[in-house]
């Protein structure tokens, strides 16, 4: 089971950093990813990597977050950097199969930590 960590609240302007408690490498997934569902609209792929060093950054936040592996720590993370308003929502975790950085996959999801961007 995937374990998110971090989240809260940030300004505009902000960052905030999540964290992704992951097996050893090699995971038991193709790939892993950040997902987001803000209220009222559907779960969306914000950045996921591949076991194979493959990289998927929505354009939305495409210059703004940057996911990564700590090998050492096991987890996946999601570094997001000037944030918007429009980036509140409950960030996911997931682990997968071979399929696109979608919203829509099926997997291993994390329980998911709230994230605000408020002034």
């Known amino acids: 089971q995937l374990v998110e960590s971090g989240g809260g609240l940030a300004q505009p302007g902000g960052s905030l950093r999540l964290s992704c408690a992951v097996s050893?490498?090699?995971?038991?997934?193709?790939?892993v990813g950040w997902f987001r569902q803000a209220p009222g609209k559907e779960r969306e792929g914000v950045s996921c990597?591949?076991?194979?060093?493959?990289?998927f950054t929505h354009p939305s936040v495409k210059g703004r977050f940057t996911i990564s592996y700590d090998n050492a720590k096991n987890t996946v993370n999601l570094q997001m950097n000037s944030l918007k308003p429009e980036d509140t929502a409950v960030y996911y975790c997931a682990g997968y199969g071979s399929a696109p950085c979608s919203g829509r996959i099926r997997g291993s999801w994390g329980q998911g930590v709230q994230v605000t961007v408020s002034s």
């Open positions: 050893e490498f090699p995971w038991d997934y193709y790939a």
């Open positions: 990597i591949s076991a194979d060093g493959n990289f």
